[in-house]
């Protein structure tokens, strides 16, 4: 069974930094795309990172740009989201979520499966 | 960056009626060569993750009903239950992953009427 597991959420004070986790296991980690992607409880989502399977290559939203880093370890099976200076408006569910490899393009096409997700509340 | 808008923002629907979601993107996501149009439609049922209903704006994720279909191309897409069942309330997404920014609708929330 695929299955992606985040952790290390938690609260966290303004400024401060924290680091998610996401274990995948039931497939060939090494192979694909991942992404963070956040929601706000009660609104919708929000992509915030990816990262290719040899994680040469990275791309951010801009709102998290210089302020978070997304890296993976594939013989772990486990991707990372390192987070700084984190703000209010960071506080969110983060999930992880694999992407499809499309041909002819760049980057991957959709989200499947996804995580269930931990929560980060930046509050002082 | 390519901005993706729902309509209507909630929608209720009777049980065993047809329920139509539209996302518009603000350019294109066909991509010529392929001639696929790179959309995706999710559903999040309260408390759990996101799921992929729809992919290449029309074809079925495997193991959904098949009361789901998805349509259009360029610009404006629909998401159709042709027969609204109890387990399909949830909130619908549509995103595109024609840019590698990708971008989400702000979600269509489905409820029973």
């Known amino acids: 069974e695929v299955q992606l597991v985040e952790s290390g959420g938690g609260l966290v004070q303004p400024g401060g930094s924290l680091r998610l986790s996401c274990a995948a296991s039931?497939?060939?980690?090494?192979?694909?795309?991942m992404h963070w992607v956040r929601q706000v409880p009660g609104k919708g989502l929000v992509w915030v990172s990816h990262?290719?399977?040899?994680?040469?290559?990275?791309m951010y939203a801009d709102s998290v740009k210089g302020r978070f880093t997304i890296s993976r370890d594939n013989a772990r099976n486990t991707l990372y989201l390192q987070m700084h200076s984190l703000r209010a408006e960071d506080t969110a569910v983060y999930y992880c979520?694999?992407?499809?490899?499309?041909?002819?393009?760049?980057?991957?096409?959709?989200?499947?499966?996804w995580g269930q997700g931990t929560l980060v509340t930046v509050s002082s | 960056d390519i901005v993706m808008t729902q309509s209507p923002d909630s929608l209720a629907v009777s049980l065993g009626e047809r329920a139509t979601i539209n996302c518009k993107s603000s350019?294109?996501?066909?991509?010529?060569?392929?001639?696929?149009?790179?959309l995706a439609w999710y559903q999040q049922k309260p408390g759990q993750p996101p799921r992929l209903v729809i992919y290449?704006?029309?074809t079925r994720e495997s193991g959904v009903p098949d009361r789901f279909s998805g349509s259009g191309s360029g610009t404006d897409f629909t998401l159709t239950i042709s027969s609204l069942q109890a387990e399909d309330v949830a909130v619908y997404y549509c995103?595109?992953?024609?840019?590698?920014?990708?971008?989400f609708g702000q979600g269509t929330k489905l409820e029973i009427k």
């Open positions: 290449w704006a029309s």
């Open positions: 995103q595109q992953y024609y840019s590698a920014q990708y971008s």
């Open positions: 990262i290719n399977s040899d994680g040469s290559r990275t």
């Open positions: 039931g497939f060939t980690f090494s192979n694909d795309w």
């Open positions: 350019q294109s996501v066909l991509y010529s060569p392929n001639n696929k149009n790179y």
């Open positions: 979520a694999r992407g499809y490899n499309v041909a002819a393009i760049s980057h991957s096409g959709w989200f499947d499966p």
